[in-house]
């Protein structure tokens, strides 16, 4: 989806120090592109990143760090996942 063009991802990180990195990650697709393929399945892929339902941190040790938030600034719709890593 990114490389058709019509997504957007954000990262940042600050470091503190050597234990500790704030991140912040985001990603969205355009809202424009949702029912395109006439599938249906991007329909029921908005709806999965309007909620970040089924994101998770990708490692067990982010579980309780990272928090998930939806965004939706009118052109994109995504998450963005925020936490301090080791």
């Known amino acids: ?3 058709s063009g019509c997504g957007e991802f954000n990262a940042g990180f600050v ?3 050597e234990d500790h990195v704030d991140v912040t990650v985001a ?4 809202k424009s592109s949702f029912g395109r393929d006439g599938s249906g399945q991007s329909e029921g892929f ?8 089924e994101l ?13 938030k939806p965004f939706d600034d009118g052109t994109y719709v995504g998450c963005t996942v ?3 890593m080791t």
Request: glycine content about 12%; charged content about 20%.
């Open 1 to 3: 989806v990114l490389l």
């Open 15 to 17: 470091i503190r120090d």
């Open 27 to 30: 990603f969205g697709v355009l």
């Open 46 to 53: 908005a709806k999965r990143l309007r909620g970040c339902s």
């Open 56 to 68: 998770t941190p990708p490692n067990a040790s982010l579980t309780g760090k990272a928090k998930v």
């Open 82 to 84: 925020t936490g301090t």
